[in-house]
Each structure stands twice: as C-alpha cells, then as structure tokens.
C-alpha cells in the first residue's frame, strides 16, 4: 500500500499492552528440533501447502505434539494451528485417540457451524480445537490458554496473529503456553520484542535493523547467533540440524532475558516460603509487589523439585503443604483442596503420576 498512503499509523505494540495487563503473558516452549523444510519450495512468499502438509502430517509428529500437550498444558483450552484441512483433522484425531475431547473447524464451514464448536471451546465442552484458516472471523475465546503452532510460515505477521489469538484476558488466567511445533518462535523472536520499525509500508525495508537470529544455549542459558554451532561461553556443541522433527517430550520453556531474571525472583521467594513454612501464596505476592502483576502460572511448574521430580519429593512436599495448611486452621475437604491446588502448581495438572 505504499503507493497510495505515506505514513504507517501504529496501535500500541504488544510489549506496551502487556507491561499495562492489557494482554496474558505468553510463555514459549518450542521444540528442540525443528521441521526439515529444506525440500518445501516457496509460492508467493510463503511455504507451499501440499508439500508443507505433506511434511507436518507425519504420524510420528504429530504425536509427538500431543504428548508434548499432555506434558505441558493437559487441561489447558487450546487452539492448534494447522497447515491445511488434512492436517487440522489429523491433528483432531490424534488428540480425540488420546481420550482427549477435540474438533477442527475449517474455511469451508458455515459461520453457525464454526460459532458452535468455538462456543463448546468457550464452555470447555472442548480442549482442543484446530484450525485451517478459520480463525480471523468470528472468533472470540478469551478463556484459550495455549496455542499449538503446528503450522511453518515465512509470515511474521500470521505468526503474531496466531499466536495472538490465546492472549485475550480471562478470569483466572495468568499467562498462555505457546507450543511450537513450527519454528516460529526460533525465526521471529518473542512477541514483546517488536518494534515500530517492523511496520513498514515498503516490505523491503521491514525489520531492516533488526537483530541476526538467535538461539539458546541449553548449557549456560546465554543467547547467541544462530549460526554459532559451539557456545564461545561455555563450549557446548550444538547438534548438527536436524532431519526430523520432535521425539516426544522435546518441548522446552524458552524464556526472554528479562522474564529469566523475574521467574528465578520468584522461585527463590518460593524456597524461602518452604522453608519459612508460609503459604507458597506468599511467594506470588512477592512477585506482584515487585513486578505489579502475579507470575505466570507456568513458572510455578518445577520451581522447587525440577521438571523430573521424583515420588519422594511430591511425598515430602504433601507433608509439608499439609503442615502450613493446618497450622493455617484448613481442614476436611478445604485442606485437601488447598493441598491439590498447590501439588498441581509444582508438579502439573498431572501430578497424580507423580505420587
């Protein structure tokens, strides 16, 4: 449109709206290996569909995807983003396989029939709901609290748009989960980093200044280019890029630098409530003191036993949660349930296999 207009009018940028509570924090666990794309030829800018679907409808990939979801966001009201009508159904049948309540919705369905299954989403009627360019219209799920990006693009622009559709407000939610299955978050960097000079009116002059592409080192957590293959910090070896895509329970939290600060604020505050024997509630409003927001519920997740614990350790914090409970004056049912609701935060919705 450079043509007929002159100037870009810009809206608040997502980083000012998330710094004022006007948009849920996004939490971003993107696959340690990423899509072999390097046989998907490129129409009009953007992947070509048939060979992209061919590419992400593996069966072994996407069920990698779900276990990931069952590790991460099990429960969680999600949307997945799918390359084409094939892949959005592939995707529903292997959640729906897994017990877990699931359905598609596609550009070629009535705006009723789409209304319909988003308010099942709405209701929880549904967890999961995947998508092939269906999304734009009509949709308006606040309660969606992860987004499954199983779609690669070239776009920035329908990488913001997707991912940007789990960050409406809703009561009780504190943050989305931003599963990527796509290597989005890898070539476009964290949303909260955007800048006006991403807008442009000529293509060829977005992003101009914008810094090489990074990557984080498992190691000593530092970011680097990303063409480094060994971390000059610590010397890690990165592994040659990959030819598959993930083996289950790849997903890992990567976390923007000042979130990393913030996340280990709160996790030391979290320890100190252990040990002082305060309500772990203590530590979040700690956080909210400092930082004028609660945390992120993911962050919670691990903070005292790690992402592996074992059964000794859930035992040993139950004991503890039931001793600050009592002496709390909680007991019966009110007591269990307080007891549940902060073993869910540590270990996951999950934590019965834990115990």
Avoid at 188 to 207: I, M, Y
Avoid at 253 to 261: G, S, T
Wanted: net charge positive; glycine share 6%; with cysteine.
């Amino acid at each position: 449109m450079g043509d007929l207009f002159r100037q870009v009018v810009l809206a608040p940028l997502p980083k000012e709206l998330l710094e004022r509570g006007y948009l849920t924090k996004p939490v971003y666990y993107p696959a340690s290996t990423q899509p072999d794309l390097s046989g998907v030829r490129l129409v009009n800018g953007d992947y070509d569909k048939s060979q992209l679907s061919r590419c992400c409808s593996d069966p072994t990939v996407i069920q990698a995807v779900v276990f990931a979801w069952q590790q991460r966001a099990l429960r969680r009201i999600t949307i997945a983003f799918a390359v084409d009508v094939a892949h959005a159904k592939a995707i529903t049948e292997a959640f729906k396989a897994k017990g877990i309540t699931a359905a598609w919705v596609d550009g070629t369905m009535s705006f009723k029939e789409r209304e319909t299954r988003y308010q099942a989403l709405s209701e929880g009627k549904l967890l999961v709901l995947a998508s092939c360019e269906a999304l734009a219209e009509g949709f308006d799920v606040p309660a969606v609290s992860c987004v499954l990006l199983a779609r690669p693009t070239q776009s920035r622009a329908k990488y913001v748009q997707q991912l940007g559709r789990g960050l409406r407000l809703a009561p009780d939610k504190t943050d989305c989960l931003v599963l990527d299955a796509a290597g989005l978050v890898l070539r476009f960097g964290f949303v909260e980093d955007l800048r006006e000079d991403d807008f442009t009116l000529n293509p060829s002059e977005a992003g101009k200044s914008r810094p090489a592409p990074v990557k984080l080192c498992p190691q000593c957590a530092r970011y680097l280019p990303s063409f480094h293959t060994s971390c000059p910090h610590c010397r890690h070896q990165f592994p040659p890029p990959p030819k598959y895509l993930p083996q289950a329970g790849e997903f890992q939290r990567v976390l923007h630098p000042v979130d990393a600060e913030r996340m280990a604020a709160l996790h030391s505050w979290l320890s100190q409530a252990l040990s002082k024997g305060f309500d772990p509630t203590w530590a979040r409003h700690r956080y909210r003191d400092k930082y004028g927001q609660l945390p992120p519920d993911d962050w919670l997740r691990g903070a005292l036993y790690g992402e592996n614990p074992t059964r000794s350790s859930f035992k040993e914090y139950e004991q503890k949660l039931v001793q600050i409970g009592q002496r709390s004056r909680l007991s019966g049912n009110q007591l269990q349930q307080w007891v549940q609701k902060h073993l869910c935060a540590e270990f996951g919705a999950d934590y019965q296999k834990v115990g």
